[in-house]
């Protein structure tokens, strides 16, 4: 046995916790990967993905579709499941592909040096971009599960908070710092050199991710005993009366979700020409309060649960929503800090609590394969969603369309239904699992 396979079977295969440090430690080393992924994907998504994208030529319809494929590619998860749920040993597979998933966000900084043409960068971008989520989709369920089982149920509130209060305040360095690279180079006429410097950062990132992501022990999981059917997939969490409540949450939520998720970025850089600096450091402010309010909502969880603080969440966060019908460029200076910063307040229990609910409900036996489901379901029909949102965005363009004295955009139309349709979410959350 040479030398890198002895390095593989020791760090890969006989990586199981012996004890309460082992457990302990692999909790913080989570905590630490989970900042290096959170920066990458806050450099490859919301206003950056959107400046990208535009600076590569893309239209207000195309940017919708790009910011709604990881919603897409989300059913990937449902052939992840049927793989993990036969592996006793997940570690190796995830820290590999997590590493690919994330060179390719990188790699795709680097298409105006493959080709001139306006219309193949866009059919480039669209496919690191979509592959790259394809491979995160593939394995997030079994990585979720991996984490939840290094946390015992009663930690789970705090450390989850503790995770999302890190990753945010990471996220916002980032924001910040690679914010101001962009409005900088943009002034100096060389915007592409601004997203050179993202691509080196994700890179740096991503070496660091896989490296915490490697030292992470795993604990034995019980593999499924008998070969998990595409039918079976499709059909038995439906038949689980407590997770078919969950698949229509996770329904709801992504249709009312991505009917806007992917404009906002696309209005404020777009439609309201606001600099990146700006941005950032509003969306700083924001993580501040998210970081504030999300040990708030993690205590709010332990005492009165994890459907209490979701549907809580979500009919703030549908209200905030549906108050970006009134953000134009007169009232941008002071509604968008402020809306921003009552998202942020209300994210601080929404990331967390989507999370965790899927676990309350979902029977231990083939877990993986109920969360894919559900993730898998709820994208698909997100990505609808966000379709048709992008073609209404399309159709009606720059077009303004008055009501009474005030006059509006197609975005903020479709931010007032999107609102609308989460506080209906939310409701369903309060009489259906509540």
């Known amino acids: 046995m040479n030398n890198f396979t002895k390095f593989i079977q020791l760090h890969y295969y006989r990586s199981k916790p012996e004890n309460e440090k082992d457990y302990s430690k692999s909790r913080s080393l989570f905590l630490y990967e989970g900042c290096a992924a959170m920066g990458i994907f806050t450099l490859t998504s919301g206003a950056f993905i959107a400046g990208y994208a535009k600076f590569l030529g893309a239209s207000d319809t195309f940017n919708g579709i790009i910011g709604a494929l990881p919603a897409l590619v989300a059913a990937i998860q449902i052939f992840g499941a049927m793989y993990f749920e036969k592996v006793e040993r997940r570690k190796l597979v995830i820290s590999v592909l997590a590493l690919v998933h994330r060179f390719l966000f990188g790699c795709m900084f680097f298409i105006p040096f493959l080709t001139d043409n306006p219309v193949m960068r866009l059919v480039l971008l669209a496919a690191f971009y979509g592959l790259a989520h394809m491979i995160g989709a593939f394995i997030a369920s079994a990585a979720a599960s991996w984490l939840v089982d290094l946390v015992p149920q009663f930690l789970r509130g705090k450390y989850f908070a503790a995770r999302d209060a890190s990753n945010l305040a990471f996220m916002t360095v980032m924001n910040i710092v ?3 690279v962009l409005d900088v180079t943009r002034k100096q006429g060389n915007e592409f050199s601004g997203f050179l410097w993202i691509a080196a950062v994700v890179f740096i990132l991503m070496l660091i991710n896989f490296i915490l992501l490697s030292s992470v022990k795993e604990p034995l999981i019980k593999t499924s005993e008998e070969r998990l059917q595409l039918k079976y997939i499709l059909t038995q969490p439906f038949k689980e009366k407590d997770f078919r409540k969950v698949i229509w949450l996770f329904i709801f939520w992504n249709v009312s979700f991505q009917l806007a998720a992917p404009f906002f970025a696309v209005y404020l850089v777009s439609g309201l020409q606001m600099d990146y600096t700006t941005i950032m450091v509003v969306g700083f402010i924001a993580n501040v309060f998210r970081v504030i309010a999300t040990p708030f909502w993690g ?11 979701t549907k809580v969440s979500m009919g703030f966060l549908g209200t905030v929503h549906a108050c970006w019908f009134f953000m134009d460029t007169t009232t941008a200076w002071w509604s968008f800090p402020v809306l921003s910063i009552a998202s942020g307040i209300a994210w601080g229990s929404i ?8 676990f309350v409900y979902a029977p231990k036996k083939d877990r993986t394969m109920y969360l894919s489901m559900a993730s898998a379901l709820g994208g698909i029909i997100g990505f609808a969603s966000a379709l048709i949102s992008s073609f209404f965005v399309g159709i009606i363009g720059s077009h303004p369309i008055p009501i009474f004295a005030f006059t509006t955009s197609s975005m903020q139309w479709v931010f007032l239904v999107s609102g609308i349709l989460t506080v209906l979410t939310a409701y369903f959350v309060h009489k259906r699992i509540a």
Do not use: M, P, R, V
């Not at 969880?301 to 209490?308: E, I, S």
């Not at 967390?352 to 899927?358: A, E, H, T």
């Open 351 to 358: 990331g967390i609590s989507l999370f965790n609910i899927q």
């Open 299 to 309: 205590k709010l969880a332990d005492k009165w649960g994890w459907a209490f603080t």
């Open 178 to 180: 690679l914010g101001y």
